[in-house]
Nanobody
Framework: QMELVESGGGLVQAGGSLKLSCAASGRTFSSVAVGWFRQAPGKEREFVAAINWSGRNTMYADYARGRFTMSRDNARSSMYLQMNSLKPEDTAVYYC????????????????????WGQGTQVTVPS
């Protein structure tokens, strides 16, 4: 099991930027894919972005591609989500997550593939 702690959420005006961070401890961070998900009130948790264990493949949801950039720093056991051009529909609780399997060949994108989750950080973009 891996412990994950997010930070960096907050309130930002439409068109602005935020950078979320997630610090990991416990399992070997560099052996697992990591990802970001979000959940808006009354909606299901949805995929935002993920990076595979090697760092060579990054997947984005269609709405995130071109505006959000995910990265990982294995030396710091951390992952990041840089969010630009934020919109009111980006308002949600954002969660970081770690793959339940090590060295998975395909970058996971569904919540069921992730076994460790952070507590979430709120991002609010007023309309």
């Amino acid at each position: 099991q891996m412990e994950l702690v997010e930070s960096g959420g907050g309130l930002v005006q439409a068109g602005g930027s935020l950078k979320l961070s997630c610090a990991a401890s416990g399992r070997t961070f560099s052996s697992v894919a990591v990802g970001w998900f979000r959940q808006a009130p009354g909606k299901e948790r949805e995929f935002v972005a993920a990076i595979n264990w090697s760092g060579r493949n990054t997947m984005y949801a269609d709405y995130a591609r071109g505006r959000f950039t995910m990265s990982r720093d294995n030396a710091r056991s951390s992952m990041y989500l840089q969010m630009n051009s934020l919109k009111p529909e980006d308002t949600a609780v954002y969660y970081c997550a770690a793959d339940r399997r090590a060295f998975r060949e395909v970058t996971p994108t569904t919540p069921a593939d992730f076994g460790s989750w952070g507590q979430g950080t709120q991002v609010t973009v007023p309309s």
